[in-house]
């Protein structure tokens, strides 16, 4: 497994922008495919993008596509989440997600390895 750490949350307007970080360390970065996750208050946790092992492909929730940017760089074993015009509705802890493979998922349950989380707060 890997140790994953998100970075970057924090309390921002509505129409504004955050850039959210994950360094992992542990084993291989290269190997999984690196996703993130947001939680609400009394909501289930649901997947927010997810990009594969080598970079070639994203996927997006409906809800935060064109907005939001999933990247890694693998010379630095981080993930990072751009997130673009904010709405109040994204408010949440946000988590990095690692899973062992060649795919992209979309699941909960294909993630290993999960951060702490860091709290995303949207002012209207």
């Known amino acids: 497994q890997v140790q994953l750490l998100e970075s970057g949350g924090g309390l921002v307007q509505a129409g504004g922008s955050l850039r959210l970080s994950c360094a992992a360390s542990?084993?291989?970065?290269?190997?999984?495919?690196m996703g993130w996750f947001r939680q609400a208050p009394g909501k289930e946790r649901e997947f927010v993008a997810v990009?594969?092992?080598?970079?070639?492909?994203?996927y997006y929730a409906d809800s935060v596509k064109g907005r939001f940017t999933i990247s890694r760089d693998s010379a630095k074993n981080t993930v990072y989440l751009q997130m673009n015009s904010l709405k109040p509705e994204d408010t949440a802890v946000y988590y990095c997600?690692?899973?062992?493979?060649?795919?992209?998922?979309?699941?909960?349950?294909?993630?290993?390895?999960w951060g702490q989380g860091t709290q995303v707060t949207v002012s209207s």
């Open positions: 542990g084993r291989t970065f290269s190997r999984y495919a």
């Open positions: 990009i594969t092992w080598n970079g070639d492909t994203t």
């Open positions: 997600a690692a899973a062992r493979g060649s795919g992209y998922y979309t699941g909960v349950g294909d993630f290993g390895s």
